[in-house]
């Protein structure tokens, strides 16, 4: 007989593992991102399909090719390092925050910045500050922005129109036709549009989040006060700025929030270890996503919380240190400061929003010309006379500056000083995607263009199939020139 | 609070039907019994003495007067130092066993309806009672200069896994129950006496109902199946809601253990002091495991073979539950007075990866205090921290270990800290 000897306890939950836990959350991502892939199936077809497929093929292959060097770099088995490392989860929630039109150079670089310097550098899994997936992310959205594919894009999604609309939508009337866009409030919920891959269906989301808090995959604390937060800010501006409750719902469905508090806030790493410490991050992250949406330029929002929060965590856990039992009151009290502070950061950024004019897509297709909206408005360069013709060269920002703030387009517009109308446009410089953005080149969109004057005030065009964008740039050039012809 | 600080609870697998529905099997002392002393004993007996069951053989003499009765008549060897249950090495007497098991009654039986107050609390310090939960303290020391009690709280929760030994006892002996704790509610002047068990026993809960109906004072209470219930302080947070600083007696409250109240039953009716115990022995490492009433000082491997033997060749052995019991290093050890279950497991198989500081030893920790920082804090060699994070009170009840889905020994690193924590205090 042999009596093995080990501390005690004895005893182990067979029920829970790091491993089990991390199993379940991938497939509970899987399933996210099938949904996702069905959608683009439905919509826009086969292709986009595949390169879907590929980018999460490709965030997947180097990630693993990322820990397997390290793991030779740093003389461990690859196996037993892979299996302690979890690089799955990563790459797959990397590819669920990204648009379809993502490069797959840019989603390789990602990954491999979310996995090398999101997680190995600071000693591997267990160790990392930030969230991995997060740092892959915002290597994206900082630097990788313009890096897209040509013949895969998309509508622009809720989060960008609401970004340009200034936050604010006052006007009732407007409010339905911003949100009849998307198909509404239920669409938002039900995730029937494009947007970051695995982000838009909140209701998909929160049901496989519900089951993993279940199967206590994660804790459901997080999300829950990450998002109850979100909704009790945004309905306080709502409130103050007289507007409906559908305020504070597009918040919650829009932007990826619900991806991001059920799979990315509950990353156990990098929050704090007790309930009150997690409750007073998910408040943390409440109010940063709302601040960053309406004061900062970024979409989301819900990454760049994310990743602030983490450095965070440490402060927090600092806090709730101490003899639990004993220390209720401070946690108690702690986490209502935390929720009132809040309330007032997002109050102050909240209050006083004013609402932009928004371009909406014309009933029956195409683009009005002119419209009360005032972002991304073309400058004129110069105004020559040439003959009968007054010649305006403008710079107006397309796809490529408004998203990377590269190089505007630059665009001349001849308009007949006769009757006012316009004569003829031409692209001068497109900076924006080849192949795609540089299609406004062409005679059968520039030519309808001819004709109009300022007194066709309902007159509109057909942009540009695949570059909206790019499009909109030429048409706000000729508005412009209009505006500035008839002054 | 719980919404702010975790349960401090969990139910586990209890692994009860193992045993709990058996008969409970006598074990026939070897050739040879070992008792063990703990430090502070002062032996009675000579190297050759003759011996009868009963006799009384050392004296437990320090701070604490706890006398020692021999549990099989014979000859007295010596004294030599073994491994105990708790994987200490300890001094035990041994004896030669005669087989014949000839018994000296060591003390008059007492009426304790008759007596006083003070007498029966001399009479439980002269029984040799202790507590028999497993930590094996002098149950006259609670209840000496007791006042303002006005429950006690009696403890039949019985929450580590495998063990039903309580279980067994309270259904063989559900009177001499009724009988220990009318006495020690006597004993501590309250008027009220809780008998805690777990909701999930319906059978015992109605057995003790029935029995003590006409007992004015006595209550069942049940309690959730959860670890570690039958912790003192968990089981009077879940009954009073109440918590206290050092000793229950602080809110009124003195906590026995329910086999404690039946073994003082028999000290008094029968004038029998501790000298076997039923125990649970249970566990996957066993080929048939069984409550057993077995003498005090029998190996635990004499014991495991009159009961069918190991399941395999290699198996941890432990000395109590899976939770708290520590694992011996030889099947000589022998059960003690304070032992209520041997747990045998087959080996265990899993690994520790990194910790993903999920928080789940911070949330179920029954002490309050946050063991994962305790390990981060320990690491570091961070005793001012150590002292803020309170490790002085963890009971090692292994929940931590228990709950990691990393499979860390987290209780280890716990146990480290604490002891890091008390060499600085003796600085």
Known sequence: MKFLTKVSPNNRDKDHSTQGIMAELSVGLMVVFVFSMVFYFQEYGMDYVIHGVLLLVTAILVALVTEAVFALATKKSIPAHLKSSFPLVTAIILVLTVPISTSLFAIGVASFFAIFVGKLIFGGFGHNIFNPAGVGRAVIVSSLMGSTVADVTTGATPISSMGNAGWMIKDAAVTEKFLEQFGGLTNLLLGWYPGALGETSALLILLVGAYLAYRKVLDWKVPAVYIGSVFVFTTVIALVNGVGMWYPMFHVLSGGLVFGAVFMSTDPVTNPTTISGRMIYAIGLGVLTVVIRLQASLPGGVVFAILIMNMMSPLIDKLTDGWSIYSTKKYGISVAVTFVVGLVLTFVAGNGLEPRAIEFPREGGGIAIFSDSTANLPTVDSATEEGDLMVYVLSAPGYYAIETGGADNKIEVSIDKASGAVAKVAILEVNDTPGLGDRIDAASFLDQFEGISFDDQEAGVDAVSGATVSSLSAIRAVRVALEEFNK | ?427
């Not at chain 2, 199946?225 to 089981?235: K, S, V």
């Not at chain 2, 789940?360 to 981060?376: E, K, L, T």
């Not at chain 2, 270990?401 to 860390?408: E, L, M």
């Open chain 2, 1 to 427: 609070m719980s919404i702010l600080i975790g349960p401090m609870k969990l139910h586990l697998n209890g692994h009860k039907e193992l045993t709990s529905h058996g008969e409970v099997k006598d074990i026939v002392a070897g050739k040879k019994v070992y008792i063990p002393l703990l430090p502070g004993t002062e032996i009675l007996v000579k190297e050759g003495d003759a011996v009868k069951k009963g006799d009384m053989v050392a004296k437990r003499n320090d701070h604490f007067k706890v006398p020692i009765f021999s549990s099989v008549s014979g000859k007295y060897l010596g004294v030599e130092c073994l491994e105990h249950t708790t994987g200490r090495m300890v001094d035990h007497l041994v004896l030669e066993n005669d087989g014949a098991f000839t018994f000296a009654q060591p003390f008059e039986p007492i009426d304790a309806e008759k007596a006083s107050k003070e007498e029966l609390v001399e009479f439980m310090m002269n029984a040799g009672i202790i507590g028999c939960g497993g930590a094996g303290f002098p149950s006259y020391v609670k209840y000496r200069g007791a006042k303002g009690i006005h429950t006690v709280l009696i403890n039949a929760v019985e929450c580590e896994p495998y063990i039903t030994a309580d279980y067994k006892i309270m259904n063989i002996q559900v009177e001499e129950l009724v009988y220990g704790t009318k006495a020690m509610l006597k004993m501590a002047g309250a008027e009220k006496a809780i008998i805690a068990i777990k909701k999930t026993k319906k059978d015992l809960i109605t057995k003790v109902r029935e029995a003590i109906k006409d007992a004015p004072g006595l209550v069942v209470e049940e309690v959730p199946d959860q670890y570690p219930m039958g912790w003192e302080r968990t089981l009077i947070f879940e009954v009073f809601k109440k918590r206290y600083d050092k000793l229950p007696g602080e809110i009124g409250v003195i906590v026995n253990n329910a086999t404690t109240a039946i073994a003082f039953s028999e000290a008094m009716r029968y004038g029998k002091p501790i000298m076997d115990k039923i125990c649970t022995i249970s566990g996957d490492g066993l080929k048939a495991p069984s409550n057993v009433r077995v003498p005090v000082g029998v190996s635990i491997g004499d014991v495991i073979e009159q009961i069918g033997g190991y399941a395999q060749e290699e198996v941890r052995i432990i000395g109590g539950g899976p939770m708290m019991g520590k694992t011996v290093s030889t099947d000589q050890v022998v059960i003690n007075a304070a032992s209520n279950a041997i747990t045998v497991l087959k080996p265990d198989d899993s690994f520790a990866i990194a910790c993903l500081r999920c928080g789940r030893c911070n949330d179920y920790c029954p002490a309050g205090i946050q063991p994962v920082r305790i390990n981060n804090a320990e690491e570091a060699g961070d005793v001012k921290l150590l002292t803020k994070l309170r490790a002085d009170q963890c009971i090692e009840c292994g929940m931590c270990t228990y709950v990691c889905p990393s499979k860390i020994e987290v209780t280890e690193g716990v146990r480290r800290g604490k002891a890091m924590l008390q060499a600085q205090q003796k600085k």
